[in-house]
C-alpha cells in the first residue's frame, strides 16, 4: 500500500507522515527532504537561487539516497548525513525555488517512483505525490490550515531549535511559496483526485495522525 500525503507548506506534513508510517509499519519517503538537499547543495555552490540552468545541472550531479535502516530514514546528500541541515530556513527557502524548475522536478518524480517500487508500503508526503507522482495510491491525504496558522506553527518550530525569527517574514514567505507551488508548470500543488481533505487548523497533530491510521487501517481490513 502506498499512502500520499499532500499539502502546503507548513500543514505538518512530514511530522504527521512519519508518525503515520510508523504506526502502521511503513517506510516513510519524506520527498520535501530531497528537494532541500538540493537547494543545500545550491547554497554550498553559491548559485543564484534563480539560475533554473545551473540548479538543474547540479541536481543531476548530486546523489540523494536515504537511509532505510532508520526510523526515520536518515537523508544523505553525496554520502553525507544532512538531515539536521535540511529544516533550517536558508534551506527551505531554497527548496521553493528548486522545486519550481521543471527539469529538478522531473527528475526528483523518477527517483521517488523508483523508491516506490522498491519499498513494499511506504507513507510519501510532499506537493504532487497523490497528483504525479502516485496518482494510484491507495490512499491519498490532502492536509491544510490558514496561512497564519503554518505561519505560526513554523515559527514555533524554528524558535524551538533556536533560531531568530521574524513571524510576518515567515508568514510572507509562506504565502510566496504557496503561490510559487499552485503556478508553476510542472507538478503544481493541487488537490489530487480523489484525495481526502484534512483541515488542520482546529486539529491537534495527534488528532490528524489518529484520523489518517484510522483510515488506512479501515482499507486494509
Not at 32 to 37: D, K, L, N, V, W
Not at 61 to 82: K, M, S, T, Y
Not at 88 to 106: F, I, W
Request: proline share 5%.
Amino acid at each position: 500500500m502506498i499512502i500520499t500525503i499532500d499539502g502546503p507548506a507548513g500543514t505538518g506534513k512530514s511530522t504527521v507522515a512519519r508518525a503515520v508510517a510508523q504506526r502502521l509499519g511503513y517506510d516513510f519517503l519524506d520527498t520535501g527532504a530531497m528537494y532541500r538537499a538540493v537547494g543545500l547543495e545550491v547554497l554550498r555552490r553559491q548559485t543564484e537561487l534563480t539560475d533554473a540552468r545551473q540548479i538543474a545541472f547540479i541536481a543531476q550531479h548530486c546523489r540523494i539516497e536515504f537511509q532505510w535502516d532508520q526510523a526515520p530514514p536518515q537523508v544523505l546528500l553525496n554520502g553525507e548525513p544532512v538531515g539536521h541541515l535540511l529544516r533550517s530556513a536558508e534551506a527551505t527557502n531554497a527548496a521553493s525555488y528548486v522545486a519550481v524548475v521543471p527539469a529538478v522536478r522531473e527528475l526528483m518524480v523518477q527517483q521517488q517512483q523508483q523508491i516506490g517500487r522498491q519499498r513494499l508500503h511506504l507513507v510519501s508526503e510532499g506537493r504532487d505525490q497523490g497528483s504525479v507522482v502516485f496518482p494510484e495510491a491507495a490512499l491519498k491525504i490532502y492536509l491544510d490550515a490558514t496561512p497564519q496558522e503554518r505561519a505560526r506553527r513554523r515559527v514555533a518550530q524554528l524558535r524551538a531549535r533556536g533560531e531568530v525569527v521574524d513571524a510576518q517574514e515567515i508568514l510572507n514567505q509562506i504565502m510566496a511559496r504557496d503561490q510559487r507551488d499552485s503556478a508553476r508548470a510542472t507538478g503544481p500543488l493541487m488537490v489530487p483526485a480523489g484525495a481526502q481533505v484534512i483541515d488542520t487548523t482546529p486539529l491537534t497533530e495527534q488528532q490528524v495522525i489518529d484520523l489518517i491510521v484510522q483510515k488506512a487501517q479501515a482499507l486494509r481490513r
